[in-house]
């Protein structure tokens, strides 16, 4: 039975493309606000990986090239859901992934 001292966070893994014309001060104020997003919603060892500028293997809504920002952390599925739902209505988002990894984290609080 899960407690509040005893509970089972998962490791998840969100790769999501950012538009390409979007200017640096634009994207990294944008990788923040999700950075934050995390936090604020109890996601821990948050670890932000800025891929950069890639070409598409195929076009998404008129775009040739995306900006690829890779996120790692451990949360819960309510996490992922609510950030899920933040990455489908944002504009500046062309597509976004979420693999839940295989190891799992009991958490002592």
């Known amino acids: 039975m899960l407690t509040a001292e005893n509970i089972q966070l998962n490791c998840y893994e969100t790769v999501y493309i950012l538009k390409s014309d979007l200017n640096e001060d634009k994207t990294l104020s944008i990788i923040n606000d999700y950075k934050s997003m995390l936090t604020n919603g109890g996601a821990k060892n948050i670890?932000?990986?800025?891929?950069?500028?890639?070409h598409l293997s195929y076009t998404i809504n008129d775009y040739?090239?995306?900006i690829y920002v890779q996120v790692n952390y451990?949360?819960?599925?309510?996490l992922v859901k609510?950030?899920?739902?933040?990455l489908r209505f944002d504009d500046n988002i062309i597509r976004y992934l979420?693999?839940?990894?295989?190891r799992n984290i009991k958490k002592d609080s």
């Open 82 to 86: 609510s950030f899920e739902k933040s």
């Open 64 to 66: 040739h090239d995306g």
């Open 47 to 54: 670890v932000l990986q800025h891929r950069g500028r890639r």
């Open 98 to 102: 979420t693999n839940k990894q295989k």
């Open 74 to 78: 451990e949360g819960n599925g309510q």
